[in-house]
């Protein structure tokens, strides 16, 4: 459950940051603090129901703070937490 939750949180964000970056949308404090609640949930979801892919979206998300938007390296990491949050709901 929590799993399910965590995905669909980072796929907003992602959905989010889609936007911004596609549309030049600014979102502001408004990405930031759900980034915020997209890592807590992640974080939970890797305690309670552990699967190295979320081990793989953590980092990911971890990494974002020196990867500077309008650079490669976002929509990159984002890519990369999606396939980890994908191969943990795939396996169960």
Known sequence: MLLHLAAGLYGVNLLVGLAAQVFGVGFGRWHHALYALVFAA?????????????????????????????????????VVGGLGHGAALLSG
């Open 42 to 78: 992640a974080v939970a979801a890797l305690l309670c129901e552990f699967h190295p892919g979320l081990l793989v979206t953590v980092g990911a998300l971890a990494a974002f703070p020196r990867a500077r938007p309008r650079t490669w390296r976002h929509p990159a990491l984002a």
